[in-house]
């Protein structure tokens, strides 16, 4: 490896979730090619046909159904110590949580909500076009929490699409979902995340070039940052003086600046993933990321005999009305509608 060479290790994809580093904890592509919808928001029943409803990660015909059985997605399940960020590329998702809160969003949006000491949640996938396919794209991201912050309240914040910072450079643009670039900063995190830190260096870029283009990423703010790039979608990209195939991540230090420069044929997306690690002991099981083996069994106790507050639902896959925009209603009533405040509900 040549001085100064920020790049650590260069590493496959493979299947999901991808590899992450401290302070991350998951990263997950999810790239779902969905039929038209049926009235029930679903796909029809006659394609269900040879998946393993309820536990659908196959594929097949390009498209999965999770854990939903009429509906694709993730009915009600818990989480404890860590925060959720998904970032939404195509289609849409129906969000409904313990705390009371629930959306519609995608295309461009993204969620963060804080697991903190305990949250149920449900994400869902309506097919809303009943003339059409229903493609959906997304990003869910895992960033955890350090053991001060681990058992905070709740929270549920949007950054819609219309308020997330896109800075165009030459031959490419850098979408800023958390981080700020340029003097381009996203809205806030949630307050008790990790990314509300200063020192914690977090960032969250999406970044696209057309074939030929070439940006310098900068230097990070702290010597202790690290950062991971992960090319997803295009034929090759050049990080530094290393030439990499499509499906290939990269570790970086932070300390030095990179040339990015997309050196195939077609235009290339990479997601980068930034932080100063938390550096603490990991302990994880399922839906719980805690410090201690005893802290997780105690997060399963806490589970059973209080649900985090219980599922204020009816059915543990609730979707919105077909007609439904792109909307929030947070626990405490108050709504927004695809970036702007609204007093009403929806």
């Keep these: 490896m040549a001085d100064n060479d920020p790049v650590i290790e260069i590493f496959p994809l493979g299947a999901p979730p991808w590899p992450t580093v401290d302070p991350f904890l998951f990263c997950v592509h999810h790239h779902d090619a969905y039929p038209a919808g049926t009235e029930d928001l679903g796909p029809d029943p006659a394609l269900l046909t040879g998946r393993d409803i309820g536990m659908d990660f196959a594929g097949q ?37 313990s705390l009371g809160a629930v959306a519609r969003f995608g295309r461009g949006d993204t969620q963060w909500v804080t697991a903190g000491g305990g949250l149920v949640h449900s994400e869902m996938f309506p097919l809303l076009e009943s003339d059409r396919p229903n493609p959906l794209e ?77 940006w310098e990423l900068p230097r990070a703010k702290g010597d202790e940052t690290v950062r991971v790039l992960y090319f997803f979608e295009g034929d090759r990209l050049t990080v530094g003086d290393h030439e990499i195939e499509v499906e290939t991540g990269v570790a970086l230090e932070g300390t030095e600046p990179v040339r990015l420069t997309s050196s195939g044929d077609e235009e290339v997306d990479v997601l980068m993933l930034q932080g100063r690690p938390i550096g603490e002991p990991v302990a994880k099981y399922g839906p719980f990321v805690i410090n201690t083996e005893d802290e997780i069994r105690q997060a399963f106790a806490d589970y059973r005999r209080t649900e985090f507050g219980g599922w204020p639902f009816d059915r543990q896959d609730p979707v919105h009305p077909r007609d439904e925009g792109r909307f929030a209603r947070h626990a405490d009533g108050r709504v927004e509608r695809a970036g702007a405040t609204s007093g009403s509900g929806p």
Excluded: C
Aim: negative net charge; charged residues 20%; glycine residues 10%.
């Design 61 to 97: 015909d390009g498209w999965n159904m999770y854990h939903g059985d009429v509906v694709p997605g993730f009915p009600g399940h818990p989480h404890r110590g860590f925060e959720t960020v998904t970032y939404v590329r195509q289609g849409l998702i129906d969000h409904s949580d």
């Design 138 to 214: 997304l990003f869910q991201i895992w960033l955890n929490l350090p053991a001060e912050d681990k058992l905070v309240d709740g929270y549920f914040t949007m950054i819609w699409d219309e308020d997330t910072p896109r800075v165009q450079v030459d031959g490419g643009e850098i979408t800023v979902v958390a981080g700020a670039l340029d003097g381009a900063s996203p809205p806030a995190p949630p307050p008790n995340s990790w990314a509300s830190r200063p020192e914690a260096d977090v960032a969250i870029w999406h970044i696209r070039l057309e074939p030929g283009a070439s």
